[in-house]
């Protein structure tokens, strides 16, 4: 009998047989270029699989490297704002999600609440026009809180990637979960769960 809602979320077991490239069957950890990664980063929490998933899309998937980099060296943990280290320290200092960006339009560019969902959505939907209206307003947001604007618009091409293909975190969370417990299942109960990935797999030959 296995509640899903009491296993440990820091299983040992479950993070080394990961850290070995043992994915296949995991939810959205089972693609080669992931595995790879995986293997590279050695996860350690939840959080090292929510920020894959997210990373591993058109657009931001350029930082994958610098990310497993940052986790293996904190040394190189770096900040391109202090102020982003309230809502980056869990990413060591990198826009992961759509709520990064959020974040730093606010924080940064001294947008409101509502700026900063329209700014959202601009980016995601990434019509050049508006790209182009937000840019200038993003930037002298920026410089009006007391930024540079070479470094302003620095800042803005690091956002520019999240029009790609951006997640938000609760999408993120939800998945990088899942993937932990469909790894929880494998590393603790391997016959168990192979015998039923067969079975919910058995009308795709390949």
């Not at 759509?98 to 606010?106: L, S």
């Amino acid at each position: 009998e296995i509640d899903l809602h009491k296993i440990p979320i820091n299983d040992k077991k479950t993070f080394a047989m990961l850290s070995k490239g043992d994915t296949m069957g995991v939810f959205q950890l089972s693609g080669s270029g992931m595995t790879r990664y995986l293997k590279e980063l050695k996860p350690t929490r939840v959080e090292d699989l929510m920020a894959m998933v997210a990373l591993y899309r058109p657009g931001p998937m350029a930082q994958i490297p610098e990310y497993i980099e940052r986790k293996n060296n904190p040394g190189k943990v770096s900040y391109f704002d202090p102020r982003m280290k309230e809502y980056l320290g869990k990413s060591y200092g990198l826009l992961v999600y759509q709520d990064d960006v959020f974040m730093t339009a606010i924080n940064i560019a001294g947008y409101t609440w509502e700026e900063a969902d329209k700014f959202r959505k601009a980016v995601g939907k990434k019509i050049p026009a508006e790209m182009e209206r937000q840019k200038q307003k993003f930037i002298e947001g920026a410089q009006k809180n007391g930024m540079k604007r070479e470094k302003a618009e620095e800042l803005f091409k690091l956002i520019e990637p999240f029009s790609g293909y951006g997640f938000n975190k609760a999408h993120a969370a939800s998945y990088g979960m899942v993937s932990y417990q469909t790894g929880y299942m494998k590393a603790n109960y391997p016959v168990e769960f192979m015998a039923a990935l067969l079975t919910a797999e058995s009308a795709d030959a390949e």
